[in-house]
């Protein structure tokens, strides 16, 4: 795996994992730890054609839902979407907001 695909996954996952947590100390903690990967992002972004997001958002999603974080999620099971909610250029916008992006991938996730 390349850098650009790890670190654009490390800040997926932390967004996957506020949505997931029940908890609203450690979701935020999720919050703040994405919003500061994407920072470190956007100062330094990787080429487009060196990643494709739907593959980092697969390992991203295999990061965020470890066995340890199970018995922090909530009562509703989120099934993830499979393709990538975001594209790169969305993530890198100085706007993004990840209260906003935690809220659609949740939107964009089915529930069991």
Do not use: Y
């Not at 009562?75 to 993004?96: K, S």
């Not at 990840?98 to 069991?112: E, F, N, P, Q, W």
């Amino acid at each position: 795996m390349n850098a650009s695909v790890e670190r654009v996954r490390d800040a997926l996952a932390e967004l996957i994992k506020a949505t997931l947590l029940s908890e609203d100390a450690r979701s935020l903690a999720c919050r703040e730890a994405g919003r500061a990967r994407l920072a470190a992002l956007a100062v330094a972004p990787p080429e487009p054609g060196s990643l494709r997001m739907d593959g980092a958002w697969t390992l991203a999603i295999e990061q965020a839902e470890t066995p340890e974080l199970a018995p922090l999620e909530g009562q509703v099971n989120l099934t993830l979407p499979r393709a990538c909610p975001f594209t790169l250029d969305e993530i890198l916008a100085p706007g993004f907001e990840v209260d906003l992006a935690v809220d659609r991938i949740r939107k964009s996730a089915s529930t069991g």
